[in-house]
């Protein structure tokens, strides 16, 4: 995907972002890759920061986050937030010691614009944590539900364009994915199926709403059906015991 297409962007979470605090918390084994990337960063801004996941506590933090509603489910706890875009950073040139964005820049209006704002106010690493578009069809769910992948996979930045974009000295690293996984993404689920039969697991992945109602209720037809006749466990079931999946999560470290 092009990195300025407009279809990065499109989720509206004022409207859909509700259960994100819930669903979408810190996983700590991801965290302390994340935080390792960091390096000896004192201070950090963290761009589309939403309910912060993944914010440092023993650092000086600043998070930045566009929608009330997900600014709204921030504990007291987190660190403060400013109304602000990824693409225009009310800070000023080389302000913070690292930069980071998890799970966020498919969403910008202008991914490129906020990339390059990212490495303009951080004098040292700039972290992502994001999707490979290219490699999201590589487990049962696209399968079951080709279209919620194609939409996904349109709406990720590729992986060495946003390299490009950051510059200097990259690094791109597969995230594994553990079973008990506390982020509820979709991969986050790869051994447990039931969990997508679950209304509010599916209000926390942005994905579902980019897929009619139609499409959804046939898929969860289709899972309730193959969990109860045994299929998916035919097929699937070693699954359930492997500690951990290699999917499309990587972790993005560009240092200027």
Request: glycine share 8%; charged share 30%; aromatic share 8%.
């Amino acid at each position: 995907m092009d990195i300025k297409d407009p279809r990065a962007g499109d989720f509206d979470y004022e409207s859909g972002g509700g259960g994100y605090g819930r669903g979408r918390r810190t996983e700590p084994r991801i965290a302390a890759l994340v935080h390792a990337a960091l390096g000896d960063a004192k201070t950090v801004v963290n761009v589309g920061a939403g309910t912060g996941s993944y914010e440092p506590d023993d650092r000086d933090v600043i998070a930045v986050e566009p929608s009330a509603s997900m600014r709204s489910q921030r504990s007291a706890k987190a660190a403060p937030v400013v109304n602000a875009r990824a693409e225009q950073l009310p800070f000023r040139d080389d302000c913070f010691d690292a930069a980071m964005a998890m799970i966020t820049i498919h969403q910008w209006s202008e991914p490129e614009t906020g990339l390059k704002e990212l490495r303009r106010v951080s004098r040292g690493p700039v972290v992502i944590l994001t999707f490979d578009g290219d490699a999201l069809d590589q487990w049962w769910l696209a399968d079951y539900v080709p279209e919620l992948i194609e939409a996904e996979a349109r709406r990720y930045p590729a992986i060495d364009r946003v390299c490009e974009v950051l510059g200097g000295v990259t690094s791109v690293t597969a995230v594994p994915i553990p079973f008990d996984c506390a982020d509820g993404f979709t991969e986050a689920f790869y051994g447990r199926p039931e969990a997508f039969l679950d209304p509010e697991i599916r209000r926390s992945q942005s994905a579902w709403g980019f897929v009619d109602p139609d499409v959804a209720d046939r898929f969860e037809a289709r899972l309730r059906a193959d969990l109860s006749s045994g299929a998916w466990d035919r097929e699937h079931g070693q699954l359930r015991t492997q500690e951990e999946l290699i999917g499309s999560l990587r972790l993005i470290v560009a240092l200027g």
